[in-house]
């Protein structure tokens, strides 16, 4: 089994910066693609940003410019730096990842808890 926990959420102001962690831990191989998402009440969730295991990068276009995504793979850890926050970034962000606990084994994908972000005007 696979554990992603998330931490570093908070209130913020507008403008403001924050930065998530998502720190994978249990029975880990390797873990392939991760990525963050995001729920505001009453929506759908939605991709925020993903980062592959060779570093490549993809962002909403919400967020780009702003966000960056990084991962420590030392560490099996994700994380999320938020800059320039706007109101519209509130919401629950969940981290995810795929995981290999065997080298002979498809993949699983895995949930984190989710952290509130709040950003005031």
């Known amino acids: 089994q696979v554990q992603l926990v998330v931490s570093g959420g908070g209130l913020v102001q507008a403008g403001g910066s924050l930065r998530l962690s998502c720190a994978a831990s249990?029975?880990?191989?390797?873990?392939?693609?991760m990525g963050w998402y995001r729920q505001a009440p009453g929506k759908q969730r939605e991709l925020v940003a993903t980062?592959?295991?060779?570093?490549?990068?993809n962002y909403a276009d919400s967020v780009k410019g702003r966000f960056t995504i990084s991962r420590d793979n030392a560490n099996n850890t994700l994380y999320l730096q938020m800059n320039s926050l706007e109101p519209g970034d509130t919401g629950v962000y969940y981290c995810?990842?795929?995981?290999?606990?065997?080298?002979?084994?498809?993949?699983?994908?895995?949930w984190g808890q989710g952290t509130q972000v709040t950003v005031s005007s």
């Open positions: 995810n990842a795929d995981v290999h606990s065997s080298w002979t084994e498809p993949s699983q994908n895995y």
């Open positions: 249990g029975n880990i191989v390797y873990i392939k693609d």
């Open positions: 980062i592959t295991s060779g570093g490549s990068t």
